[in-house]
């Protein structure tokens, strides 16, 4: 937990596609550095999507605080080219339309209701065997050099 933004950055990074991250309130606010360090790298093909639930639903549904962050704002003054916020279906599509062609990266703060499918099975994958089909997939795309920020 609290991972998956620096590894998408650094996959943004190494690639020429797009790379899209899901992340979650708790993730983003136990590694704020992450936004940081995305905004200072200014990966051009990185889209930052946070699920924003209120609550580590992973590990039993003990609140966070994420109604008081406005991931947002943090976004921009990290150096992110767009952050948005919303709430709804629509406004999330209008959000993603808006960033679809800019270049730098781009946040997407989205605020859902907690809780999971009641039937949500756990991973059958061993970590093995993610890790080879991740490296993989990463194979399949052209590499581009990255540039250390100043």
């Known amino acids: 937990m609290g991972g998956a933004s620096g590894m998408a950055l650094g996959v943004a990074l190494n690639a020429a596609r797009k790379v899209v991250v899901l992340d979650g309130d708790g993730a983003a606010l136990m590694k704020l550095g992450a936004l940081a ?8 093909n990185l889209l930052h999507i946070l699920l924003d639930n209120g609550v580590h639903d992973s590990t039993g549904g003990q609140a966070t605080v994420s109604a008081t962050v406005d991931f947002a704002g943090v976004a921009l003054a990290c150096g ?9 279906l629509a406004g999330f599509e209008a959000a993603l339309a808006a960033c679809a062609g800019m270049s730098g990266p781009a946040l997407l703060h989205v605020r859902i209701a907690p809780g999971s499918m009641d039937r949500l099975g756990r991973p059958t994958v061993k970590p093995a065997e993610v890790a080879r089909r991740f490296k993989a997939f990463l194979a399949e795309g052209a590499p581009v050099t990255a540039a250390v920020p100043a």
Not at 37 to 44: E, K, L, M
Not at 80 to 88: Q, S, V
Request: contains cysteine; glycine residues 6%.
């Open 80 to 88: 992110y080219a767009y952050a948005a916020a919303c709430d709804t």
């Open 37 to 44: 360090t995305i905004g200072a790298y200014a990966a051009a």
